[in-house]
T-cell receptor
Framework: SQQGEEDPQALSIQEGENATMNCSYK?????LQWYRQNSGRGLVHLILIRSNEREKHSGRLRVTLDTSKKSSSLLITASRAADTASYFCATDAWIQGAQKLVFGQGTRLTINP | EPEVTQTPSHQVTQMGQEVILRCVPISNHLYFYWYRQILGQKVEFLVSFYNNEISEKSEIFDDQFSVERPDGSNFTLKIRSTKLEDSAMYFC?????????????FGDGTRLSIL
């Protein structure tokens, strides 16, 4: 598998429910970031968690990081229709001799009214 | 809130031609990046730029590509001798002091279509 893989690839829930997305990665990282992308738009930064942090909150977002398992999760509580978007994790890591932000394939989240 | 702006939003070019994609990063940011996203695929890092020079580049960023900061506000990506497989969304991003340790702010992208 590749650096930065999210699951599930697609998630459809009812408005008001919580949405959980997971991300796994392969190499050591400096930080892990979550981004949102609405259709046809650029990526919007949601939250950054450093390798020495385990949990971080921002509004309705909660991110966890487990460096021993090389995994992270993004929880969106009390989902709204406007949360419909693709969500990507991105790891800041050294890969093939270069420092880069490596994005996963993304989770397509649909919130049904 | 300051934004990263990219022009044009859509560029259609004949194969073999050169294209220049333009970006205006957030004014007080110091680090600049280009990414591309082929339809249905991951966002891929191309290059980072700091202090008027390339700081990192991926294996995708070969001699066909070049970047430039011609003045204090613009950041450009030039693609020479375009190929069909260069068709993708190209995103510019910028970040503040701390570079990779800071959130990156993305523009809405340029959709490049090579015919």
């Amino acid at each position: 598998s590749q650096q930065g893989e999210e699951d599930p690839q697609a998630l459809s829930i009812q408005e008001g429910e919580n949405a959980t997305m997971n991300c796994s990665y392969k190499t050591s990282i400096n930080n892990l970031q979550w981004y949102r992308q609405n259709s046809g738009r650029g990526l919007v930064h949601l939250i950054l968690i450093r390798s020495n942090e385990r949990e971080k909150h921002s509004g309705r977002l909660r991110v966890t990081l487990d460096t021993s398992k090389k995994s992270s999760s993004l929880l969106i509580t009390a989902s709204r229709a406007a949360d419909t978007a693709s969500y990507f994790c991105a790891t800041d890591a050294w890969i093939q001799g270069a420092q880069k932000l490596v994005f996963g394939q993304g989770t397509r989240l649909t919130i049904n009214p | 809130e300051p934004e990263v702006t990219q022009t044009p939003s859509h560029q259609v070019t004949q194969m073999g031609q050169e294209v220049i994609l333009r970006c205006v990063p957030i004014s007080n940011h110091l680090y600049f990046y280009w990414y591309r996203q082929i339809l249905g695929q991951k966002v891929e890092f191309l290059v980072s730029f700091y202090n008027n020079e390339i700081s990192e580049k991926s294996e995708i960023f070969d001699d066909q590509f070049s970047v430039e900061r011609p003045d204090g506000s613009n950041f450009t990506l030039k693609i020479r001798s375009t190929k069909l497989e260069d068709s993708a969304m190209y995103f510019c991003a910028s970040s503040g002091q701390g570079g990779w340790e800071q959130p990156q702010h993305f523009g809405d992208g340029t959709r490049l279509s090579i015919l």
